[in-house]
């Protein structure tokens, strides 16, 4: 072991062309395709999530322009049902889900200080896999036979007796890859939060967007099983006969229900969590002060982490369950506005106690604060047993949960790619553009959706493809329908601001908004390996509290990819550990997988043959390299 | 604005006037402390920083998050308060066996005291002032019965029997529509829900039980009907007729709607409905059965005449 391959006493850029050596990508197409850069897939990631948001907006106003009047015939029934089916499940699980924890991949690894993100090569496999998944919804919608039987899924209606043809295999098929994506991301997250803290940051210093995306990565591995149940149960009442959920065999209609939802309601937080952490993260550096109650802040993220696993039967009030059973629903559903009104309230007292500067982020955040709260209260209301018999199924919910979705995580998500574009890029996105951009979207969303509370209330359904004149929806229906356009406007502008502020935007430099945090530590958009030498942290704040200079670590190698391993609690230093190279077999066992999972909706003989290349790709994957052991 | 004949806001039973009477306050309550919380906000942007003693901010926190705690028990007990009545049993009810098939209603009165128990459909009637017991079920998928006006909804759930319990307070007719997804024709699963006096209720069910009349039994288009396979599907109580996988047509023309709240009853939307049911309600489970002119007339005139 000879010392001179260190990263000690070399110079500044000695040492990054050691780097760029070990770090960077190879060229080309290759380069593109083999790389496991958490910030390349963590981009790749983005922006494939934010085309599935545009490829589902056009669906919702295809929906808005359907419904602007009664009797319209620009949808017919069956299209519809395929639209809205569409909207939800790639809303769900090709937007929103991904995109937060694609937020995770890219930024996870630059606030905790390391140089990749843990299992980088299970990190680009997620992202194929998490790619085929939504090419398999939209190609099977292209095709026509897109899922039809809702976001939810409820069986008998997607069972083998109501729903012929594909159509439901494909949607619960495609459950099952964004399930293994999910899971891939969130262990990556979860072992690169515990492990590759920079030295120093212990779990009381870690930004409060770091300790959101740890909660939701556990959420995330807490939830899926229940899905992974019911969609291979439907799967298997399908393909090969069984009767999971079959009354007339002694299968039970509403086990979907219980383990769809046991999933479906800690889903809504997966994200939210995120979204929880990009607004404290915004509200931070524009008041220039750290979030007051950063004690209170985590412990609520842990409670809504835990509650939203105790939420799940609010969804099936109107089912006939047991009324006492039910009235400790209401309880446990109610009971997560409280830690969700203490981060509010700690939120309020950061900015009574700061003069915060208005830039887009925050406008976000004020506009996510008014909207949320919005959607929070109309929450406690779906809680209650009695209202929500009332307000289930009906218009008023799709109402609440745009509040709390679009308001909730989507303003958040904006603002913070307007918080992190000059990190993503390099360049400051529009500031001029970004205030329109965020009025129209505000203005847009609450025009579109407060009528809907009251549609809801006046007793329009959801789901229905059309509604009869002589009901009275009509004219709210065409003001939601005509403000829809207003909102996609301001999406339109957001969409543009991006796209030309990444060529012509103004040059940003390392820390454009004074921030606190290490991402702002290294070149905006960062080298390859992230930092050149590994920041030591001091504070929960580094880059306030640091006064100019961070001290760093010293003592990696600089001839292979090595990243400082540090212990879970305290941060301290405890092993250099290497870092696997770049390599074509995460994509290739992604296309295996994908051969395999596509194969079997058609014969359940596919789980066998399909499982050879798997095999083939995974020893491709894992063979030995003869790669030094890792040293302490 | 109520909103009319199937809104949650203009009860005209039981259980939609508690929900409503646990609705608004819960509204005011709830959108107090959302402007409160806009006001503050407003508050600590408008106004010249000094920055907070931190303990005095900890307190505030601290006290608004009691307050969370408080409005979240209070809010959980009044539900608890009203759900207790909503779902009480009642005593002696009107017992209407309802169920959801894909899609339509299937409503059956069973037989009580001196009135004699029959099936109908798309259309119920309930008596003022009496409690009434639903019991629902589903042929198929699921479905969910919600007439805003009179109670909360119910789902309909194959393998499962549900109940839903009220008292009609207000005389009228209520719309009621599917809530739960079922399939291609789920905006098309409509019913009315008559509510009347209970004289006129006793006539309605006294007319409803009998056979179709004998003039209409005699008419020609009773021919065709039993020539054709619609008696396959429907029954029509005094002829062979005693399908039961369509709606029971024996009293088709005293509804007020045609296949499950789709057109009004009138005999130009009867003709349209037989000639081509596929066009006017996609995807629905009445075939296209192929008449002459002639035979559509007839059939139509004596569809018209089943009062
Ligand atoms: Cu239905």
Known sequence: ?632 | MTGGWQSALAPGGSSADAILRLFWPTVALLGLIWLAVLLVLAAALLRRARPEAPRRAGAVVGAATAGTVLVVIGLTLASYLVTRPISAAADAPLIVQLRGLQWWWQATYPEEGEASGFVTANELHLPLGRPVRLELSAEDVIHSFWVPNLAGKQDMIPGRDNALTFTPTVPGVYRAQCAEFCGLQHARMALLVVVEPPEEFARWRAVQAAPATAEALAAEGRQVFERQPCGACHTVRGTGAAGRTGPDLTHLASRGTLAAGLLPMTRGALAAWIADPQTLKPGNNMPLVPLSADELQALTAWLASLR
């Open chain 1, 1 to 632: 072991m000879t010392h001179d391959r260190r990263d000690t006493g070399l110079g500044d850029l000695a040492l990054e062309a050691a780097l760029r050596r070990v770090w960077a990508a190879a060229h080309g197409l290759w380069g593109l395709l083999a790389t496991v850069d958490h910030k390349a897939i963590g981009r790749r990631y983005i922006a494939t999530a934010f085309g599935f948001l545009i490829l589902g907006g056009l669906l919702a106003l295809a929906m808005r322009w359907q419904l602007s009047h009664p009797e319209a015939r620009l949808l017919d029934p069956d299209r519809y049902n395929q639209v809205f089916t569409m909207h939800g499940s790639n809303m769900m699980f090709l937007f929103a889900v991904p995109v937060m924890e694609a937020m995770g991949v890219y930024f996870v690894p630059l606030m905790v200080g390391t140089r990749n993100i843990a299992f980088p090569r299970l990190n680009a496999f997620s992202y194929w896999v998490y790619l085929a998944g939504g090419l398999l919804l939209w190609g099977a919608f292209l095709l026509e036979m897109g899922p039809d039987v809702g976001w939810f899924a409820y069986v008998p209606l997607s069972g083998p007796q109501y729903s012929a043809g594909k159509r439901a295999d494909i949607w619960a098929q495609m459950i099952t890859f964004t399930e293994i994506s999910a899971l891939a991301v969130a262990v990556g997250l979860v072992v690169t939060v515990f492990k590759q803290r920079a030295p120093g940051m212990t779990l009381d210093r870690m930004p409060l967007f770091v300790w959101a995306m740890l909660v939701t990565a556990f959420v995330v591995i807490l939830a899926m099983p229940a899905v992974v149940t019911a969609s291979t149960a439907l799967i298997l009442d399908r393909l090969v006969g069984t009767h999971f959920f079959n009354p007339a065999e002694g299968g039970d209609v509403l086990l979907w229900q219980h383990l769809f939802w046991f999933f479906g309601h800690p889903e809504v937080y997966i994200i939210f969590i995120p979204a929880v952490g990009m607004v404290s993260t915004i509200i931070a550096t524009f008041c220039r002060r750290p979030v007051f109650g950063y004690l209170a802040m985590v412990l609520a993220l842990v409670g809504i982490g835990l509650l939203a696993f105790g939420l799940w039967v609010h969804h099936m009030f109107t089912t006939g369950l047991p009324r006492l059973g039910e009235s400790f629903f209401t309880a446990s559903s109610m009971a997560i506005a409280v830690p969700s009104g203490l981060q509010i309230f700690c939120w309020l007292a950061t900015l009574w106690g700061a003069r915060p500067r208005l830039a887009v982020p925050m406008l976000y955040v004020l506009a996510f604060l008014f909207t949320f709260v919005l959607g929070g209260m109309t929450g406690v209301m779906v809680a209650s047993v009695p209202l929500d018999t009332q307000l289930h199924d009906s218009y008023f919910v799709v109402a609440h949960f745009h509040y709390v979705l679009i308001g909730g995580a989507v303003f958040p998500l904006l603002g913070a790619i307007h918080y992190w574009f000059p990190k993503l890029t390099g360049r400051m996105m529009g500031a001029r553009p970004g205030r329109w951009e965020c009025l129209l979207v505000f203005a847009g969303f609450n025009l579109t959706f407060f009528p809907m509370h009251i549609l809801g209330l006046w007793g329009m359904p959801r789901r229905v493809y059309t509604y009869q004149p002589e009901l009275p929806w009509a004219g709210l229906n065409l003001f939601a329908s005509l403000s829809a356009v207003l909102l996609a406007a301001g999406f339109l502008l957001f969409f543009w601001n991006a796209w030309r502020s990444a060529r012509h935007g103004a040059p940003a430099g390392e820390n454009p908004w004074g921030a606190p945090t290490l991402e702002w530590a290294t070149a905006s958009p960062p080298p390859p390996w992230n930092f050149t030498r590994i920041p030591v942290v001091g504070s929960a704040s580094p880059l306030w509290d640091s006064m100019g200079e961070l001290t760093v670590a010293e003592g990696l190698r600089t001839d292979r990819r090595e990243l400082l391993v540090t212990s879970v609690m305290d941060a301290t230093p405890e092993a250099r550990e290497s870092s696997p190279q770049d390599s074509i077999w995460p994509l290739l066992a992604a296309i295996a997988t994908s051969v395999m999972l596509v194969w079997s909706i058609f014969t359940p003989w596919a789980v066998v043959w399909g499982s050879i290349p798997i095999a083939v790709t995974l020893i491709g994957w894992f063979w030995p390299r003869g790669t030094p052991e890792d040293e302490s």
